[in-house]
């Protein structure tokens, strides 16, 4: 049974940093595209970033380019996504998602074959 878990949220100040964790588990990823994606109260999932498992290549929104970094570790199972410079407006709940043969630049939610129950990210200004 697959699993995706994630950790790693809290409550932070603006300009802080947070390291979000996806343990994955329950088949072999190396086929898969891993993604981050967001939802703040009120608003829709958005796509935060996606790394393709067995090359490594990954892809950004504009939002979070030059902030975030999204990796995988292949001894571990999991893909990271180190945030810095937090603002108000990155508080959201972080999901983590699969999808078979997906592209790192898949950003919508559409298709995805696993997802992950979320962690809250709350950065206060």
């Known amino acids: 049974q697959v699993q995706l878990v994630e950790s790693g949220g809290g409550l932070v100040q603006a300009g802080d940093s947070l390291r979000l964790s996806c343990a994955a588990s329950?088949?072999?990823?190396?086929?898969?595209?891993m993604y981050w994606f967001r939802q703040a109260p009120g608003k829709e999932r958005e796509f935060v970033a996606g790394?393709?498992?067995?090359?490594?290549?990954?892809y950004y929104a504009d939002s979070v380019k030059g902030r975030f970094t999204i990796s995988r570790d292949n001894a571990k199972n999991t893909v990271d996504l180190q945030m810095n410079s937090l603002k108000p407006e990155d508080t959201a709940v972080y999901y983590c998602?699969?999808?078979?043969?997906?592209?790192?630049?898949?950003?919508?939610?559409?298709?995805?074959?696993?997802w992950g129950k979320g962690t809250l990210v709350t950065v206060s200004s």
């Open positions: 790394i393709r498992w067995s090359s490594g290549n990954n």
């Open positions: 998602a699969a999808d078979l043969f997906g592209s790192e630049r898949a950003t919508t939610t559409h298709g995805m074959d696993y």
């Open positions: 329950g088949r072999t990823f190396n086929n898969y595209a």
